[in-house]
């Protein structure tokens, strides 16, 4: 039985879809904010495997009764808040989502293990789910790995990186077995529409203009969503307890370059009449306080020690993407009818 904290969210619900064409058995623990989506998961929700508890990961006394009624042989903590703007506007959400959230878990985690059989405890694994944006920014050459010094920037990244130490303590102080694993900028089909690249996808499939942040020169390393479920199935098989694994794709591409092949791919699939091309509808505006300038992952170690490789390039990937937003008016649209606006966030809001 495995644990997945965040199951209805992007990249939980890839992996809950994967575990459940495995037939693997799972208790889906989120507590269905407003980047949730049930209807990420209605293929799944009927499978005699999954189970669904709508509990806050902060609460104790829920949490330990997840332990103590599932008695789970792996937890993958993927619940989060994760956008950096939200961040600058509401940092107090990110540090008890992110933190407190974590570190709940972490102490119910540690008192079911300790209450397992031998054999059990051997082989239970705390799977934390993180990002590489803990590191800070790079200039123009180098890549993140497994020893890149932490140097957050923004409130999210700073939050993650204390949940990433809380975990390593964890294992170091109590000898709960954890790994935990750091990812580049993900994307792929049911992602909230608050990030770039679904959120660039909407407004041009609207005609809205299209904000790009500064000179669109910001450079990200983008993973498709199903190669990062890929990579962490692979980390709960075959990881090392104790170690920590990064996971990138190696597609680097400046924030105006995913905006520019998004308007191409979206005028193929839906033209706009007389045949305006959507780039027209860039535009260029005040960047985000404290913007990093580069993100890319070295995944040496993954590719070598645990043998996972992307499957998608970026190109196939990204047109996945706005094939799927473009068929798929059914899932986003009620995000919008309860009062998603795609408003700009980030430039500083209540504390």
Request: charged content about 25%; some cysteine.
């Amino acid at each position: 039985m495995y644990l997945v904290t965040g199951g209805a969210g992007f990249i939980g619900s890839a992996l809950v879809h994967a575990l459940v064409r495995q037939s693997a058995p799972l208790v889906n623990v989120d507590m269905l904010t407003y980047a949730a989506n049930p209807a990420s998961l209605a293929e799944v929700s009927g499978a005699p495997e999954y189970h669904f508890e709508r509990v806050d990961i902060c609460e104790a006394d829920a949490v330990r009764d997840i332990f103590e009624r599932y008695r789970p042989d792996a937890v993958l903590h993927l619940a989060a808040e994760s956008h950096v703007d939200r961040s600058i506007d509401a940092p107090a959400d990110f540090v008890r989502t992110n933190v407190v959230g974590t570190f709940t878990l972490l102490v119910e985690a540690r008192r079911h293990w300790e209450s397992l059989p031998d054999e059990r405890a051997r082989h239970f694994r705390f799977i934390h789910v993180s990002t590489d944006e803990v590191f800070g920014s790079l200039g123009a050459t180098g890549h993140f790995n497994e020893r890149s010094p932490y140097d957050p920037t923004s409130p999210y990244s700073a939050s993650k990186a204390g949940a990433d130490h809380l975990v390593r303590a964890w294992h170091r102080t109590y000898g709960l077995p954890v790994i935990v694993t750091n990812s580049s900028n993900n994307f792929g089909p049911r992602q909230f529409p608050e990030k770039l690249i679904p959120h660039t996808i909407l407004e041009a499939l609207a005609g809205r203009p299209l904000d790009v942040y500064g000179a669109g020169q910001n450079v990200r390393d983008w993973l498709y969503v199903e190669d990062h479920v890929a990579a962490l199935l692979a980390v709960l098989e075959r990881g090392v307890v104790g170690e920590t694994y990064a996971i990138g794709a190696g597609n680097e591409r400046t924030n105006l370059d995913v905006v520019t092949a998004i308007c191409d791919l979206v005028d193929l699939a839906d033209p706009r009449p007389r045949g305006a091309p959507r780039r027209e509808l860039i535009r260029f505006v005040e960047d985000r306080p404290g913007h990093d300038h580069r993100y890319a992952i070295d995944s040496t170690r993954i590719t070598t020690e645990l043998g996972w490789r992307p499957r998608h390039s970026f190109e196939s990937a990204l047109a996945e993407t706005v094939r799927w937003y473009t068929e798929n008016r059914d899932w986003w649209e009620p995000l919008l009818e309860r009062g998603y606006t795609g408003q700009r966030l980030g430039l500083g809001g209540r504390a």
